[in-house]
T-cell receptor, first 113, second 111 residues
C-alpha cells in the first residue's frame, strides 16, 4: 500500500512564525500535492509538484511556498503564519500516468494563535 | 472558475437503508469523477471513480452514476453499515493536475 506520511498530526504556532509542514511518500510517485481542508469548503489545492525541484501554484497559493528537493519529500512553508491559515493540511501523491488518483496522508491540524 | 457543488452536507440514515449523495460540476471539460471517503482522524481515501465515457459503475455496495448532459454525478451506497459513517467528497478533474472537490457530505449510519 502507498504510504504518505505527514510529520505532525497537530501543530500550534504563533502569528508571524515560519512554519514547515513535511510530507514523505514511499511509492516513488512523481506528483505531490498540498491541500487545505476547511469545513464547508472541501479541499483546496495550494501547490503541486510533478518532478524534483518543479512546483506549480494551485488555487490558493498566497502566503505559502513549497520545496521539493527529493522525489519522496514535499514541504509546505508558511513564511509568516497568520490566524487565517489555521486549517487542516493534507498532503497527497500520485503516479505519473494516473495523476488524478490521489493518495492522501492523515493530515496536519495547524492552529495559529 | 470551476466549481463542484455537493448535496446534502449532512445525511443520516438507518442501518440497512440506502444513501445517495449528489454532485454537480461546472466545467464541461471534466472527464474524471472520483469519490473519496474520509474517516475520523484519517486522510481521504479513493473509494470509486468514473470516467466520462461511462454512465454507471458499481463496486459491491457502492455505485456511481454520471449524467454528462446535466453535469450531475451521484454516489449510491446500499445496505448501509455503521462503518460507512464518514465524510464523503465528490470531485471532478479534466485530466490534469487540478482536482476540484465538493464541500463534503457527513454521513451518519444509525445502528
Amino acid at each position: 500500500d502507498v504510504k504518505v506520511t505527514q510529520s505532525s498530526r497537530y501543530l500550534v504556532k504563533r502569528t508571524g512564525e515560519k512554519v514547515f509542514l513535511e510530507c514523505v511518500q514511499d511509492m516513488d510517485h512523481e506528483n505531490m500535492f498540498w491541500y487545505r481542508q476547511d469545513p464547508g469548503l472541501g479541499l483546496r489545492l495550494i501547490y503541486f509538484s510533478y518532478d524534483v525541484k518543479m512546483k506549480e501554484k494551485g488555487d490558493i497559493p498566497e502566503g505559502y511556498s513549497v520545496s521539493r528537493e527529493k522525489k519522496e519529500r514535499f514541504s509546505l512553508i508558511l513564511e509568516s503564519a497568520s490566524t487565517n491559515q489555521t486549517s487542516m493540511y493534507l498532503c497527497a501523491s500520485s503516479f505519473g500516468q494516473g495523476r488524478e488518483k490521489l493518495f492522501f496522508g492523515s493530515g496536519t491540524q495547524l492552529s495559529v494563535l | 472558475g470551476e466549481n463542484v457543488e455537493q448535496h446534502p452536507s449532512t445525511l443520516s440514515v438507518q442501518e440497512g437503508d440506502s444513501a445517495v449523495i449528489k454532485c454537480t460540476y461546472s466545467d464541461s471539460a471534466s472527464n474524471y469523477f472520483p469519490w473519496y471517503k474520509q474517516e475520523l482522524g484519517k486522510g481521504p481515501q479513493l473509494i470509486i471513480d468514473i470516467r466520462s465515457n461511462v454512465g454507471e459503475k458499481k463496486d459491491q455496495r457502492i455505485a456511481v452514476t454520471l449524467n454528462k448532459t446535466a453535469k450531475h454525478f451521484s454516489l449510491h451506497i446500499t445496505e448501509t453499515q455503521p462503518e460507512d459513517s464518514a465524510v464523503y467528497f465528490c470531485a471532478a478533474s479534466t485530466g490534469g493536475f487540478k482536482t476540484i472537490f465538493g464541500a463534503g457530505t457527513r454521513l451518519f449510519v444509525k445502528a
